[in-house]
Nanobody, 127 residues
Framework: QLQLVESGGDLVQPGGSLRLSCAAS????????IGWFRQAPGKEREGVSC????????KYGDSVKGRFTISRDNAKKTVYLQMNSLKPEDTALYYC????????????????????WGQGTQVTVSS
């Protein structure tokens, strides 16, 4: 089983940057793709970005392309989400989640595809 803990959420001004971290414990981290998802009040949980188990393949939601970058360090069992040019609409509770895939390229970076979830970290973008 995989346990995940998010950190790095904060209050930031529009145009600012944050880096979120997702630290894993448990077994077989190297075999799991990791996704970042977010949920704002009154809205459905949406996929932000996902990265394959090796780190060689990445997916991004349309609203964050060009602004967010996902990366992973398997030696440290940690996945990062670098968020630049933040907008008020990025305000949400951000979760990381782990899942296994036969072929990551066929996945949609959707929350239903991921099995193990952290508790979330709050990101608020406001002046």
């Amino acid at each position: 089983q995989l346990q995940l803990v998010e950190s790095g959420g904060d209050l930031v001004q529009p145009g600012g940057s944050l880096r979120l971290s997702c630290a894993a414990s448990g077994f077989a981290f190297d075999y799991h793709a990791i996704g970042w998802f977010r949920q704002a009040p009154g809205k459905e949980r949406e996929g932000v970005s996902c990265i394959s188990s090796s780190g060689g393949s990445r997916k991004y939601g349309d609203s964050v392309k060009g602004r967010f970058t996902i990366s992973r360090d398997n030696a440290k069992k940690t996945v990062y989400l670098q968020m630049n040019s933040l907008k008020p609409e990025d305000t949400a509770l951000y979760y990381c989640a782990g899942g296994t895939f036969f072929d990551f390229s066929d996945s949609a970076c959707g929350p239903d595809e991921y099995e193990y979830w952290g508790q979330g970290t709050q990101v608020t973008v406001s002046s």
